[in-house]
């Protein structure tokens, strides 16, 4: 199957305002992200979908495939699948374009779950850390969304049973306190979807759920479609404020990333 990886990106962001265009590393960020898709064996195109124009200069700058998509959409699923409906390919993944040290091996699963899947849509999960016990990155951190999952499909793959920004389940016996971090699932935002799935999802209306934990997937899961769950070993964070670009930025010098 043809598979299409489009990667959404908007100049306005409260907490990190022009996050695309930021070139400390002497690249810009949305550049970072495009470079890991490129490297991913099974799929086919590498699309950015922006309605800002600095962005689509930026991007046709550095030699990508971007295409102008409308200022209208609340979400980047929206986004996503108008940029979608004019690509020759019948997966879409839907990557976040703040994940400039994505693995492309964890993309590659991805795609090969939702490929051999029955699921409406696939996403990936991994454990935390076992000493996050507590505050950010920690199970009981409401940015740290959670993936509750249900019964395996194959070896380290799973049906999503529900996400949310809260601790769940909560340990009675210890008044909530979190003992092994391990047992939680740290939803890793990535997306893939069969074109068709897709469209249908951009167009439903939010569910009470979706309202409520601003969570897209639950909308899914509120239609009565199932959601496929690949676990993988570990996943390095997304930029969503300044502190988190200049770790990046730190890592990208040391080398490390």
Known sequence: MKTAIVIPARFGSTR??????????????IQHVYEQAQQVKNSNQVVVATDDRR???????????VVMTSGEHETGSGRVAEAAGSLDAEIIVNLQGDEPEIDPAHIERLIHLHTNSNAFASTLACRF??????????????AAVKAILGDAIGEKTYWARYFT???????????GAIKTPSDY?????????FKENLMTFA????GALEKVERLEQLRIL?????IAVAEIPAAVPGIDTPADYDAFVTRWSEGVT
């Open 185 to 193: 699932f740290l939803h890793v935002g990535i997306y893939a979807f």
């Open 55 to 65: 962005i689509f200069d930026c991007v046709a700058g550095f030699g990508g495939e």
């Open 165 to 175: 920004r809260y601790l769940f389940p909560v340990p009675r016996d210890t008044l």
């Open 222 to 226: 509120e239609m009565g479609e199932a």
């Open 129 to 142: 850390s076992h000493n996050a016990v507590s505050g950010a990155g920690s199970p009981d951190d409401t």
């Open 16 to 29: 990190l305002p022009g996050k695309p265009l930021l070139d400390r590393t002497g690249k810009p960020l």
């Open 203 to 206: 167009g439903a209306p939010m």
